[in-house]
């Protein structure tokens, strides 16, 4: 994903285990901050078909 | 590889006549210059159209997939990589495979010929380290190393890694080859300019799937980007859904790849899909020690579990 051209804030992986709320708040609180930091994602966007 | 087509030819005669293969796929000349086509022959006097030069760049380990009967095949060191993932992956059997290994000095590239000289050209031919292109007006020639496919040039497993019988010697290996100059290249740009870059890249593509066709991993029954339920990818030429199938594409090869090119030259528009499965050969190399097809006796690197897999990606 970052060879493609992600910014590599955007994509992120963890792993928490049901019992680990604190962590769970901790990685949201992070992740929405990096990604609000970066701002919106303009690729991944598929325009409808146009009719003629 | 001058002279190797009579001892292939040989091979292939003596094994259809004592009956210890049933078949025998190799090539034989195309019908363009430059554009050698698969072969299958069944009876001894079928042979007589095997050939072998420097255009049989064509994977022929795409047509041993579920195989019943038993097949000699002419492998060269990418194409016996390729046997060597199919026997791992239950493709085909190793006691149904008769390898004829071919030590393979570089395929040519038909698209830089094409663009090295001017007019149609109406014949190829070569000597051990020259190719002589003739065209109406002129014959010019050319050293093979200056016209080698990309993949053959960067290639550092020329002899077959696995095989029943050589047609001649082993050939020396590169070595000393600087195999991923141009994908660090693109892992060193903003992301930005690699979202353009992959854009351009990919923007030729007309979606003819000839490239997933042409590889010897792409087996499945229904490929992702045929199958309509659920339907995982448009099927049309938007930017995003090119881009999709390409990396996705590139994603089903990673840690089987051998880097054997048959995707780039089926490509009818040219494009350099291989940045895409040498980039995954790359992080397999680097992060798991790992090369596809070497041998019979390891699992694939994305297969096994090892307490020291890297995990700094996980937080």
Known sequence: MELMGVEPDRLHFSWISSAESTKFVNVVKEVTEKVKAIGPNNHFIKDTAKVA | ?315
């Open chain 2, 1 to 315: 590889m001058v002279g190797y087509t009579e001892k292939i030819k040989e091979i292939a005669g003596r094994l259809l006549k004592e009956c210890t293969v049933d078949m025998v796929v190799g090539f034989r000349k195309g019908t363009m210059p430059m554009m050698n086509e698969p072969c299958f022959a069944t009876t001894p006097e079928a042979v007589d159209t095997l050939m072998w030069d420097s255009n049989c760049g064509i994977n022929l380990a795409n047509y041993l997939t579920n195989r019943k009967e038993k097949v000699a095949v002419i492998a060269k060191g990418c194409d016996s990589r390729n046997i060597v993932t199919h026997i791992i992956e239950n493709k085909i059997k190793r006691d149904q495979v008769y390898i004829v290994g071919v030590p393979c000095t570089g395929m040519i590239d038909k698209r830089k010929i094409t663009g090295m000289v001017a007019g149609e050209i109406l014949e190829v031919s070569e000597t051990e380290n020259t190719i002589k292109v003739k065209t109406a007006d002129a014959e010019t020639l050319f050293e093979k190393t200056e016209v080698l496919q990309q993949n053959c040039s960067l290639c550092i497993h020329r002899n077959p890694v696995i095989h029943d019988e050589m047609v001649a010697d082993m050939v020396q290996e590169q070595t000393d080859v600087d195999r991923y100059a141009d994908i660090r290249k693109i892992e060193e740009m903003e992301p930005e300019d690699k979202w353009q870059f992959f854009d351009d890249l990919l923007s030729p593509c007309i979606r003819c799937y000839a490239c997933r066709n042409a590889c010897p991993l792409c087996y499945c029954p229904t490929c992702f980007v045929d199958e309509a339920k659920p339907q995982w990818v448009g099927k049309g030429q938007d930017p995003m859904d090119v881009r999709t199938f390409h990396f996705l594409r590139a994603y089903h090869c990673a840690g089987r790849c051998t880097d054997c090119g048959a995707c780039e030259r089926a490509c009818p528009v040219g494009i350099n899909m291989r940045l895409l499965t040498r980039k995954l050969e790359k992080d397999c190399q680097e992060q798991f020690g790992w090369e596809a097809g070497m041998s019979l006796d390891q699992r694939p690197a994305l297969d096994v579990y090892q307490a020291n897999d890297p995990g700094a990606f996980i937080k």
